[in-house]
């Protein structure tokens, strides 16, 4: 069974900083990609950052310059640095990752994280 761990929502005020960081554990063979997606009330959910096993990164439009997406390989870890925040970063923030496990080494899952709040107060 693997499993993605949240942790680092929080309320900040607008203009601070936050850190998300997300932990993937369990029978893991390889990790393709993780990244972030966040849903707001009422709203879809949708791509924050993404990066692969070999760092290549992608962002929305709407965090470039302002959100910073890592990865720590040896720790199945994902980060995901968000600065000079806005109101309309508030939502519910989720891991995702694309991986395979020891018992299926060639079939790639997508799984998802329970999610962490980040409210950002103006």
């Known amino acids: 069974q693997v499993q993605l761990v949240e942790s680092g929502g929080g309320l900040v005020q607008a203009g601070g900083s936050l850190r998300l960081s997300c932990a993937a554990s369990g029978s893991i063979f390889s990790i393709k990609s993780m990244g972030w997606y966040r849903q707001a009330p009422g709203k879809q959910r949708e791509l924050v950052a993404t990066i692969t096993s070999g760092g290549s990164t992608a962002y929305a439009d709407s965090v470039k310059g302002r959100f910073t997406i890592s990865r720590d390989n040896a720790k199945n870890t994902v980060y995901l640095q968000m600065n000079s925040l806005k109101p309309e970063d508030t939502a519910v923030y989720y891991c995702?990752?694309?991986?395979?496990?020891?018992?299926?080494?060639?079939?790639?899952?997508?799984?998802w994280g329970q999610g962490t709040l980040v409210t950002v107060s103006s």
């Open positions: 995702n990752a694309v991986l395979s496990t020891r018992d299926s080494p060639y079939r790639y899952l997508q799984i």
